[in-house]
């Protein structure tokens, strides 16, 4: 009861500024997929929220206030999401944020926590949310639709090959993968690009021969893909049946990933892998202090929560945005001095952004410092910088790219601005 | 004209596949009356025993051993601790449905932790491609559709010349009859899980084979394909089954050349219902299906 | 407990015990086992979106969905309702022939597994994979829908269709025409020689399970703001068979008994499982996967400690009647 009438205060609450840290522990709520199809989401962004968490504690907490992590299992869908979000909110007057929220249910819970004033960091690509009007959510990963342009740019523009005239989209029947399809055709056809073959295929099916020998038929000159799980299975079917011959394919940011490698490398070996494959994906440096700090505590993480596999997650960009996000809510925090989310919920942006003259950080150490100073800051974290647009959503841009023979990322190149505004103007940014 | 002749051969696969499953999920339940929802589950574990034999460094087609005994044992306790005890206690057609529903979910969620989200694949040496007038397969693609047949033809031999087999029969048709005739079904229907399962297992080894990738979602995937095959060709009748699983191998990967390919399964189903319509016990089922409520 | 999570659980509460009376009268009294009933709801929460939601070309126009027509409460309830009274005719004279109880069943099954397959793939229908979102609920253009005032509105609303529902459900149940289904149900060749028409009695009980069915998905829809085919797959229906089970079949007291025990109790029961037990901080996965093992072994220990349900069906016995010395009659195997 009490919980409740705190959290009612704080909304009804006017933005006085600096009343205080307050006292107890703090919590980041993780609200994802734990279960069902996407399990595998939660816990990388559990990673994310455990890496940040010992950033934060071992450099004092938040005004003395120690952070923990908890996960809350939407079970891959809608309706079981909003009992899992309202329970989360209900048990825990002491939420400073959640990450997570990806497509399968970031429709219902987004208003949810938006309305009990929760700042949240979510996955979603949704182009529902490109222009959204909820202030408490927030970005750090372009819309799908993003993707879907910068394949069509690497097909375009990509180095050590002449533009594609003849493109073969392939992609699951799935909310992740639909959310692409619409924008590429679209591009495609404002930028005069054949579309050799749009082909919506079951994730999951036990072979994909038929469709395969369709796809063939079309002759294209390249494959934009991602059907996470059935990469291996549709790749190894195109060589066989093409010959032994394998056409090139360009995947999402999303199959930037060692499972992904392994499925394809298994299927088409590694030879035509490397020869054949380029994929597109955000401007994540892995560099840098911030990053350094980042992987220094999700190895701190390992120990600590050993079934967490957190190192696994190093490389993975929503591990090391959802960590960004939960450190700047942290700084906002301390930057607002209060507790109360009205109060810091605007401060999130000011430090992604950064005023002019403000002092750049790279963690949460070096941002509390630089507070106490008086100055004012801004985060440039694990993942880089961040600009946050009028809508909350904040990308970098986009680099092609490929994988080495052991599955790290290596850059080839890169879009510029025009050659991207061009593609996105041909879509449409809905 | 070619992508329909490659298409066929690529239904032949799915044929091989589907039959192996659907025969021993039909036998289930002609035999013990069991609607077994837990089947897709089963071929899922048994898929994942013999990945475990060939990461340890056993050739896939040998794995198949351990795979059908995992089946079969596993199918075995599932009766024996399970199924068994509700059908002695009573419990009608539909809560036993429910009560495999149940066991599916539990089979799943405990693999998961165990085996993770990730999907597997097995090491299969694909052999060389063979291709004849449109016909496009691989050895080992080949070799998977000579299983099948000899498992059908093995489980026709089973029915109509042994003993084993007159005996399943029998209490097929008639339980109460068949032990008053001295059969000793509680025996016989020990032996059917034994045999069903071990279909099962090398059904769930043999889809693996056939899908590159699996994992533990997968085993739903087989599940709604096998109660098709099985309810087109007659609920019980495995020869039903065979042909439930010929129609909807070939025409799935035929309507996936012709429509779209994420219609493929819908197209197979869509038969499904229309034999629903016009012969609602099935192509192959006797009067028994057409019985009273019951 | 906040106010917000109370309204969560009683609007589902009320989803979930209108769906099982439904069910009930269908399976319960009828014996009617409708494996696809999950889609009766479905399509109640699908007609009421694209009656109540603007034309798709809203919002930017990220989705496609067929109809946009805003129209005001109550009518995208009442065309939910309809729509599953008119989806039952199709599929009832598809399936509800001289069948035996499990093919039935078995083809049922596989019907809802096309109907979420074909709607997940055809996708300018009713946008696919990502189903509908932003679906306005009853008054949203008055009360403010992040709002505390609209929460208790929606439960204002929803408690209402419930007693109406138990209201028309005990009718049926204690009428001459529940007592010819439960005929149909116990003998169907005595109830026909008796000149009840089984198939009619059938396809009517089925209409009715189907409109409140699709009462039930309209409510949904309203509340959560959104319908995808995620949401109804085919285990829901064995979900809501469970909760009918368990709680009783037969009579509408164990319907709502076994709506709150199933699928609101177990269900939300198993996300108080602590994420820490003493130090020990377990995989992130495994926690959910035991959740979905406890359901299963909930289920599984109900029916065999209390197979009849937490509340049986009553055996009605006349005055006047012959006294049987065995009252379960017994019948040829």
């Not at chain 1, 959510?137 to 375009?156: E, K, N, Q, T, W």
């Not at chain 1, 088409?268 to 911030?290: E, H, M, R």
């Not at chain 1, 906002?332 to 942006?349: F, Q």
Request: charged share 10%; net charge neutral.
């Amino acid at each position: 009861m009490i919980g409740a009438a705190l959290i009612l205060v704080a909304c009804g609450g006017s933005s006085t500024t600096g009343a205080g840290l307050g006292s107890g522990p703090l919590l980041v709520g993780v609200l994802a997929p734990f279960s069902g199809a996407d399990a595998s989401f939660g816990p990388r962004y559990l990673a994310g929220c455990y890496a940040a968490s010992l950033s934060i504690n071992g450099a004092g907490g938040i005004g003395g206030r120690q952070v923990s992590c908890q996960q809350f299992d939407t079970r891959g869908e809608p309706a079981d999401a909003v009992p899992a979000a309202n329970a989360m909110i209900s048990g825990n007057s002491n939420l400073m944020g959640v990450v997570g929220c990806t497509s399968d249910e970031a429709s219902t819970v987004v208003p949810i926590l938006d309305r009990s004033h929760v700042p949240m960091f979510c996955m979603t690509g949704q182009s529902e949310f490109n222009k959204t009007n909820f202030k408490y959510f927030h970005r750090l990963v372009p819309p799908d639709s993003f993707d879907a342009y910068a394949m069509i740019g690497s097909a375009l523009y990509g180095p050590n090959h002449p533009p594609y005239k003849n493109v073969a989209l392939v992609f699951g029947d799935d909310i992740g993968s639909q959310t692409f399809v619409g924008p590429a055709v679209a591009a495609l056809k404002k930028l005069g690009v054949n579309i050799a073959i749009n082909q919506a295929i079951h994730l999951g099916a036990a072979s994909y021969r038929t469709e395969v020998a369709s796809m063939l038929q079309t002759h294209p000159d390249v494959i934009l893909t991602e059907t996470i799980g059935s990469a291996g299975t549709y790749m190894k079917e195109v060589k066989q049946q093409n010959g032994g011959k394998v056409i090139p394919f360009i995947g999402t940011s999303a199959t930037i990933d060692p499972v992904w490698f392994k499925q394809v490398v298994d299927a088409i070996g590694l030879q035509d892998f490397l020869a054949n494959y380029t994929a597109v994906d955000l401007k994540l440096s892995l560099q840098g202090a911030g990053y350094d700090e980042f992987v220094t505590e999700l190895t701190a993480a390992d120990s600590k929560f050993p079934s967490s596999n957190a190192t696994t997650y190093k490389g993975k960009s929503p591990t090391v945005h959802l960590y960004d996000g939960i450190i700047m809510t942290a700084l906002a925090m301390v930057a607002a001095n209060s507790s109360d989310p009205t109060v810091y919920n605007p401060k999130i942006i000011e430090i992604a952004n950064g005023v002019s003259g403000a002092t750049v950080v790279s963690t949460f150490k070096d941002g509390v410092a630089a507070l106490k100073a008086g100055k004012s800051i801004r985060y440039v974290g694990a993942a880089g910088e961040n600009n946050f647009n009028q809508w909350n959503n904040s990308q970098q841009g986009y680099n092609l790219v490929t994988m080495d023979k052991d599955g790290n990322e290596v850059v080839i190149g890169e879009l510029t601005q025009s050659q991207t505004q061009q593609i996105i103007d041909a879509g449409g940014n809905a | 004209m070619n992508l329909y002749v490659a298409a066929l051969g690529f239904g032949l696969i799915s044929v091989s596949v589907i039959s192996i499953a659907a025969v021993g999920f039909t036998m289930q339940f002609g035999i013990t009356n069991m609607i077994n929802l837990a089947y897709g589950e089963v071929m899922m574990v048994s898929g994942y025993a013999a990945f475990y034999a060939n990461q340890a460094g056993v050739n896939i087609w040998v794995a198949l051993i351990p795979g059908a005994l995992v089946g079969a044992v596993l199918s075995f306790l599932l009766n024996r601790f399970l199924y068994a005890p509700f059908q002695r206690k009573g419990t009608n057609l539909i809560g036993m449905v429910i009560i495999s529903l149940a066991a599916s979910l539990m089979i799943a969620n405990v693999m998961l932790p165990i085996v993770g989200y990730y999907t597997s694949s097995y090491v299969v040496d694909q052999g060389p491609l063979l291709r004849s007038n449109g016909l496009v397969l691989t050895t080992a693609q080949i070799a998977i559709i000579a299983v099948a047949v000899i498992l059908m033809l093995g489980v026709h031999g089973l029915l109509r010349y042994t003993r084993l087999g007159k005996a399943m029969r029998a209490t097929a048709a008639n339980p109460t009859l068949a032990r008053n005739c001295g059969i000793p079904t509680q025996r016989v229907i020990d032996v059917v899980w034994l045999i069903t399962g071990a279909l099962c297992g090398v059904a769930g080894v043999v889809a693996g084979m056939n899908s590159e990738n699996f994992s533990v979602a997968s085993g739903a995937g087989y599940l709604i394909t096998i109660i098709a095959a099985a309810v087109l060709g007659g609920a019980g009748q495995p020869y039903g089954a065979m042909i439930g699983a010929l129609i909807i191998g070939i025409v799935t990967e035929l309507s996936a050349a012709a429509i779209a390919p994420e219609y493929k399964e819908v197209v197979a189903f869509a038969i499904l219902v229309l034999v629903m319509v016009l012969r609602p016990q099935g192509l192959l089922a006797k009067r028994g299906a057409l019985a009273a409520a019951g | 407990m906040n106010s917000y999570y109370a309204a969560t659980l009683l609007v589902y509460a009320g989803v979930d015990i209108i769906a099982c009376l439904a069910l009930n009268l269908q399976f319960g009294v009828s014996g009617i086992v409708n494996f696809s009933f999950i889609v009766f709801q479905a399509i109640g929460a699908y007609t009421a979106a694209v009656l109540s939601m603007p034309p798709d070309t809203a919002y930017g126009g990220y989705q496609s969905y067929v109809g946009g027509f805003q129209l005001p409460f109550p009518i995208p309830w009442i065309g939910g309702a309809l729509a599953g009274g008119l989806l039952a005719i199709p599929v009832g004279l598809v399936v509800l022939r001289k069948l035996r109880t499990d093919y039935q069943a078995i083809s049922l099954l596989v019907l809802s597994v096309i109907a979420n397959s074909v709607i997940t793939n055809v996708r300018p229908f009713l946008n696919g994979a990502a189903g509908i979102a932003q679906v306005p609920g009853p008054f949203s253009d008055q009360v403010d829908p992040l709002s505390q005032s609209y929460q208790l509105l929606y439960v204002g609303l929803t408690i209402p269709c419930v007693l109406l529902v138990w209201l028309v459900a005990s009718r049926i149940v204690n009428s001459p025409f529940g007592r010819s289904l439960r005929a149909m149900r116990e003998h169907e060749l005595a109830a026909s020689a008796l000149g009840k028409n089984p198939v009619q009695l059938k396809m009517t009980i089925f209409i009715v399970g189907g409109i409140i069915g699709g009462l039930s998905g309209a409510i949904l829809v309203g509340f959560i703001a959104v319908v995808a085919p995620s949401i109804w797959l085919y285990p829901e229906t064995i979900i809501l068979f469970a909760a009918v089970i368990v709680g009783g079949r037969g009579n509408n007291l164990g319907a709502i008994l076994g709506a709150l025990l199933v699928p609101v109790g177990f269900e939300e029961a198993t996300r108080l499982i602590p994420p820490t037990i003493g130090g020990w901080v377990p995989p992130p996965n495994l926690i959910p996967a035991m959740q979905w093992v406890a359901i299963g072994l909930l289920i599984i220990g109900f029916l065999w400690f209390r197979p009849q349900g937490v509340r049986p069906e009553q055996r009605r016995v006349f005055e006047g009647a012959p006294i049987r010395e065995d009252s379960n009659d017994a019948r040829p195997a």
